[in-house]
């Protein structure tokens, strides 16, 4: 699998930190026949959690998310970057940015334990499309 590096757009909501609340959004999604490319959730204020979801169907998981009344901000941009898990896969990337003054917002990652990694990059609003350029994509 060669490194792929492309543009994600993604949706994402807050929601009470409650246990099974994800498990529950999950569920939904898997019921609606939405398949994810990437979730990933954090602490936000009050007790809350925000909830990032990827879809190669980023309008039909708007739809499925506000089908369970859920207030979905997006879509928002960040990278999505797939490859072979190979030592330092990632840091090519990270130089680049820097060089050019693009500073990494947020990312978040794992290898499949079979060789192969998914990545997640945020960057600021305003610095998207010449990281688009910097990263190829």
């Known amino acids: 699998m060669a490194l792929s590096v492309r543009r994600a757009r993604y949706y994402h909501t807050t929601v009470d930190s409650v246990p099974g609340k994800g498990a529950e959004i999950l569920g939904k999604l898997r019921s609606s026949g939405l398949s994810l490319l990437a979730f990933t959730s954090f602490p936000a204020a009050g007790n809350r959690v925000q909830m990032d979801f990827f879809s190669d169907h980023p309008d039909k998981l708007k739809s499925a ?14 990278f999505l970057i797939q490859g072979e898990d190979t030592v330092g896969a990632l840091v ?3 130089v680049h940015l820097a060089a050019a003054g693009i500073s990494v917002h947020a990312a978040n990652g794992v290898a499949d334990g079979r060789g192969h990694f998914g990545y997640v990059l945020w960057v600021a609003p305003g610095d998207f499309e010449r990281a688009a350029d910097i990263l190829g994509c």
């Open 92 to 94: 090519e990337h990270h």
């Open 65 to 78: 998310l506000e089908e369970e009344g859920l207030e979905v901000v997006g879509p928002r941009k960040a």
